[in-house]
Every structure is written in C-alpha cells, then in structure tokens.
C-alpha cells in the first residue's frame, strides 16, 4: 500500500508558465514533507520542504503547499524554466518513524522553451 | 565534503553472476539508506542502517539481496545470484538520525543481461 502517491506520472509545462506538482499521503502521523529534483545520471537533490505546522513555505520560484485535512501537498513552481525539467519526489516523514521517508513515484516535469 | 560516493557508476553483468556495489557515506552521516529506482515503482527502500545496525530489511526483495555496513564509512549491497529483473538504478542515501534530509549518491545503474 502506497503511503505517498504521485498520481501525474509526467506533467509538461510551457517556459514562462507554472507547474503544480501534487501530492497525496494517507499515513496522519506524517509531520514533515519533502520535494526531491532528479536530473538524469543524478541522484535525487533536496529542493524545499514544509513542517505540518505551517501550510506554506517559500523559497524563490519554489512554493510548496500542505493541506493536512486533506492530506495533500504540491509544489508550485513560477515562472517554470527549461531547467527545472526534471524528475520531482515527493516525500514524508514521521518523527515517530525515526524521520525515515517515504517516496512517491516521482513526476517527470518537462518545461518546454 | 565528497558527498555520498557510490561505486562503480554502471555495471553490466550476465545473469546468475554476482554483483556488489558500494557507498561511503558522509562523514558524520549515521543513517544510510539504499533504494532502487524502477520505472514501476519509483524509489523503493530496500534497506537501512542506524549506527552500522540494520534496523529494517523488510525492503529486501529476496534472498538473494544482501547488505552490510561493517564500519561508519563504507556498506554494500549485495544480489547473488542477479537476474534480468534486477536492472534498476539502486541509490544509497545518508543523513544524521537527527535531521529529515537526506543526501544521496548519484546511484549505481546495473544491467543484467
């Protein structure tokens, strides 16, 4: 059973626009969120990440949002660039699980010039 | 600071051969993870390490996976014997008990053939 899910498997998004990258977990003990970027040939880099108790946090371009009620959480990304191509995991942690996470099956996010 | 190092970067091998790869983590990371990432199911955990302890296997698909963390600086994951099924990118991840992050190596891409 798949804790976090990705249900968009691949998004395409033209320069310039935004990208909303979504979300879903079913575990309420999740306290602690995360996004990874994945470039080909690359490991998994941390981009943002949000407590659950905030329900928004901003870093530049990157804008990640956690609706607890619904345990749903996306990352915004405006103005998308041709750089930000790339695969997008999201990711959850329980402290009580020793904040190990756990993955989504990621987004590949193309942005198109 | 090298980050995490995995070795060898790609390895082709014939099935029924054994296969080994490697990490080091980062110095002063005491919990190390490794993953495989497949089209399927996106990045599974297959096993981590508390303290050069395995604290959850349960990742592991067969027995024919094996890992150990003899020392803080090095772990390796073990198939024998590999087969076809068992090309993926396997990642190892590390970070401090204490933190939600993790850092991971820019994976290993094994092929069986």
């Known amino acids: 059973d798949q804790q976090v899910k990705q249900n968009s498997p691949s998004l395409s998004v033209q320069e310039g626009r935004i990208s909303i990258l979504n979300c879903d977990y079913t575990?309420?003990?999740?306290?602690?969120f995360l996004w990874y970027k994945k470039y080909p040939a690359e490991g998994p880099t941390f981009l943002i990440s949000i407590s659950s108790i905030k329900d928004k946090n901003e870093d530049g371009r990157f804008t990640v949002f956690l609706n607890k009620s619904a345990k749903h959480l996306s990352l915004h990304i405006v103005p998308s660039q041709p750089g930000d191509s790339a695969v997008y995991f999201c990711a959850a942690s329980a402290q009580n699980a020793g904040n190990m996470l756990t993955f989504g099956g990621g987004t590949r996010l193309m942005v198109k010039p | 600071d090298a980050g995490v190092i995995q070795s060898p970067r790609h390895e082709v091998t014939e099935m029924g051969q054994e296969v080994t790869l490697r990490c080091k983590p980062i110095s002063g990371h005491n919990s190390l993870f490794w993953y495989r990432q497949t089209m399927m199911r996106g990045l599974e955990l297959l096993i981590y390490f508390n303290n050069n302890v395995p604290i959850d296997d349960s990742g592991m698909p067969e027995d024919r996976f094996s890992a150990k963390m003899p020392n803080a600086s090095f772990s390796t994951l073990k198939i024998q014997p590999s087969e076809p099924r068992d090309s993926a990118v396997y990642f190892c991840?590390?970070?401090?008990?204490?933190?939600?992050?993790?850092?991971f190596g820019s994976g290993t891409r094994l092929t069986v053939v």
């Open positions: 991840a590390t970070k401090r008990v204490s933190n939600y992050g993790y850092t």
């Open positions: 575990n309420s003990m999740f306290d602690y």
